[in-house]
T-cell receptor
Framework: GQQVMQIPQYQHVQEGEDFTTYCNSS?????IQWYKQRPGGHPVFLIQ?????EVKKQKRLTFQFGEAKKNSSLHITATQTTDVGTYFC??????????FGQGTRLTINP | KAGVTQTPRYLIKTRGQQVTLSCSPI?????VSWYQQTPGQGLQFLFE???????NKGNFPGRFSGRQFSNSRSEMNVSTLELGDSALYLC??????????????FGPGTRLTVL
């Protein structure tokens, strides 16, 4: 079945450093969604990408969908303590259900 | 619109007992999915219900079951609890469910502790 792998599993950075998490699917996706879960909270939707090669930005966050629609990345520029949390990607593929990656837990040293 | 609500928020049970968790989706949403989250294990998919029918099921033993009512509210039940069932149980609702491009709206979760 469809698998969505996310790396790294953990990332610790100094405040102000950049951060990137990668999401790879075993199958071609029709869309990819990104969610953020703050410590003690629940996953909250950030963005959805549907087009090959699509790039979307939300302030310091940049989301990319690969040309082959099998991978995606989330890049945070100049991290702040408010960026702490676990970032999940979730891939959907037509007749297959949305599948979540394992998440990347980001911790930040102020 | 009110968000997804889950009750209870916290639960302590002992091994061998059973538990029922409840999820009320956003008004108008017909899909409810359940996930188990443990430290370091990400979101483990349990099952999805859409219009009272189970559409998909994850790789969990038969002790885990669920149902959905005509008002889209959903319950999940875990029987014969084991220590390893201690986790945060999250439900997520959406209009058309996991087989669409719909956003998933998560509830705050039920923290289950099995002693």
């Amino acid at each position: 079945g469809q698998q969505v792998m996310q790396i790294p599993q953990y990332q610790h950075v100094q405040e102000g450093e950049d951060f990137t998490t990668y999401c790879n699917s075993s199958t071609t996706l029709s869309n990819i969604q990104w969610y953020k879960q703050r410590p003690g909270g629940h996953p909250v939707f950030l963005i959805q990408l549907v087009k090959s090669g699509e790039v979307k930005k939300q302030k310091r966050l940049t989301f990319q969908f690969g040309e082959a629609k099998k991978n995606s990345s989330l890049h945070i520029t100049a991290t702040q303590t408010t960026d702490v949390g676990t970032y999940f990607c979730a891939g959907g593929a037509g007749a297959q259900k949305l599948v979540f990656g394992q998440g990347t837990r980001l911790t930040i040293n102020p | 619109k009110a968000g997804v609500t889950q009750t209870p928020r916290y639960l302590i049970k002992t091994r061998g007992q059973q538990v029922t968790l409840s999820c009320s989706p956003i008004s108008g949403h017909r899909s409810v999915s359940w996930y188990q989250q443990t430290p370091g294990q990400g979101l483990q998919f349990l099952f999805e219900y859409f219009s009272e029918t189970q559409r998909n099921k994850g790789n969990f033993p038969g002790r885990f079951s669920g149902r959905q009512f005509s008002n889209s509210r959903s319950e999940m039940n875990v029987s014969t609890l084991e220590l390893g069932d201690s986790a945060l149980y999250l439900c997520a609702s959406s209009l058309a469910g996991l087989f669409s491009t719909d956003t998933q709206y998560f509830g705050p979760g039920t923290r289950l502790t099995v002693l």
